[in-house]
Structures are given as structure tokens and as C-alpha cells.
């Protein structure tokens, strides 16, 4: 309870802060299986953080193209991060969903899809003219990040300690195993098996043998 109601102080403050991108990864976060499963701890929270919460997620929401964030984002006239992932892909559908030229000769150039990508871009851009003035350069935040080795999102795969990289952040298994750890299954909830070990065994039995393979899986000996 006490880590998930720091998380919402968290959230407060990237929102208090215009800073869109953590916030939206805070928020995914949040909603992610690992943690969005755990009803018995959620219920522990305030109902005042829980309402917060919901704000944040109707700000961050996709509901109407993004239209919350969008708006917001538009009338942030202070300093502000936009949610990369967003204008990321305003970006892509404006490339491959509008032709670059209007006939086959390539002679009649399609302005609207230029303005269409200039106006994501410039919108960055003013962005970064605005820097935070009251922000000073962490430098073990900037460690933790750049030394972090972020596992892919569609990697499911469990990592063994004894193979983890130093570094290495926790992927979706562990989470979920953690998860599992703090709240049994519920009723009609069926726990997510990954097939871990048909990646990492090789490992094992190359570097510690057959033996400890068994005992760091759990298989019987």
C-alpha cells in the first residue's frame, strides 16, 4: 500500500510538472497485469489517491483520439514534455497515410502532409525552448537511467538471476511473479505460466549443469 500510495504522489508531481511522458508510463505501469491485479492492496488505497488516480488516467486516456492530453497539452503554455509515443505516431500515420505527391509524374507535391508532420514537430520543438528552471542535474537518477537495461515490451521470457545482466530491470514474468507473491490468484483467475525455460535452460546446463538446473527451476531431481 505504502510503495502504491508514493506512486500516486509520484503521478501528482509529473502532472504538476507538465511532464506527460512519465506520466503516461507511470500510468501504464500502473494498469499493467502485475499490478492492476491487485485488488485487495488497491482497496487499501485512499479513496482520495484513488480518485486522483482516475483523473490522471481520463487526462492520459485514448478516449476521442487522445483528446484530454491533446487539449492540455495544447493550453500548456509553461514547461511541458509531450508523451513521445503519441506524436510518434501522429508522425507515422501522417507519412504512410497521405501520398508525398499527388500524380504519377512525382511533379505535384502534397503540402498538407508536410503540414500535417510540421506541426507535431514544431510543437516539440517549442517545447524545448521552455526548460525547467527549478530542476538541477541528478546525477544517480541519470546512472540508474542510462545503466538500465530495459527488457523489450513483447519479451515475456524469465531471466534467471544467475544469467540476469547487472542492470537488468525486472521483466513482465518476474513482475507477475512478485505480483502472484503479494496476492494469490483470485477466483477465476488463472496464473500466467511463460515458457522461460525453453529459452534459458541451455544456459543452465551449459554454466552450472543438469543438477542445479533442476534446483533453480523448481523441476524435480
Known sequence: MCSHSRTDNVDQKLRQLNNYNSLGAVIAGINGTAVHRLTQ?????PQQSQKQFMRLEILMGTQKS??????AWTNTSTERIPFLPLHRRDLVLAEEGNRTYFDEGNTRINWKKFELMGEVVVGIQRSQGTPYPTI????????LV?????PKDDDVSFTPPACRPSGLIL????LYERSIHIEGPGVGETRRRFNWYKRWSWVYIVRFGP??????????S
Open 146 to 150: 542510462l545503466d538500465g537495461r530495459f
Open 136 to 143: 538541477a542535474r541528478n546525477e544517480e537518477v541519470q546512472r
Open 41 to 45: 492492496t488497491r482497496e487499501l488505497v
Open 211 to 220: 543438477r542445479q538446473l533442476r534446483g533453480a527451476t523448481g523441476w524435480p
Open 171 to 174: 521483466g513482465p514474468q518476474e
Open 66 to 71: 487522445h483528446f484530454a492530453y491533446r487539449l
